[in-house]
Nanobody, 125 residues
């Protein structure tokens, strides 16, 4: 499975961006897809996850109410819509996927064996 994350960029505080995670080699329909982010010098942190069934979505408290997830199974793509962006959202964002992750471990990096390259999101104040 290959994942391609895109959509990052520079935006002012209060603005929006939509990140895309396109999968190839396997249907995204069978995979749970998550987003993590990392700031230099800090550990990668969980942002959001959408389970393969599409019925369960979870967000980190820091982004709840501002970020949403959606899927386009025809395009094998999962989207992270980020609204009301804050400077503290600045990070490299990574998408990750797995067919085996379970609910109790959905926040852990180690639960995902497929990772895309990161896309930089910079929010200016």
């Amino acid at each position: 499975v290959q994942l391609q994350a895109s959509g990052g960029g520079l935006v002012q505080a209060g603005g929006s961006l939509r990140l895309s995670c396109a999968a190839s080699g396997r249907s995204s329909r069978t995979m749970t897809t998550a987003w993590f982010r990392q700031v230099p010098g800090k550990e990668r942190e969980f942002v959001a996850v959408n389970f393969r069934s599409g019925s369960s979505t979870y967000f980190a408290d820091s982004v709840k109410g501002r970020f949403t997830l959606s899927r386009d199974n025809a395009k094998n793509t999962v989207y992270l819509q980020m609204n009301s962006l804050k400077p503290e959202d600045t990070a490299v964002y990574y998408c990750a996927a797995s067919e085996r992750v379970i609910h109790s471990t959905r926040f852990r990096e180690s639960s995902y064996e497929n990772w895309g390259r990161g896309t930089q999101v910079t929010v200016s104040s």
